[in-house]
């Protein structure tokens, strides 16, 4: 796993479009927006 973080939101959609599926080292890498994850709110575990 990597992230990149992009200063400008097309720089980025031009990136992913133009990595995504290309051949690194001998393996195809898979390119996409990262999504956060909802954070529990504290004191509801049990």
């Known amino acids: 796993f990597g992230f990149v973080e992009m200063p400008k ?3 980025a ?3 992913m479009k133009s990595l995504n ?3 690194v080292a001998g393996s ?3 390119v ?3 999504e956060s ?3 529990p709110e ?3 575990a049990g």
């Open 32 to 34: 996409k927006k990262a």
């Open 9 to 11: 939101a097309g720089e």
């Open 13 to 15: 959609k031009a990136a």
């Open 42 to 44: 504290s004191g509801l």
């Open 28 to 30: 195809r890498i898979r």
């Open 21 to 23: 599926g290309r051949d």
């Open 37 to 39: 994850k909802p954070h």
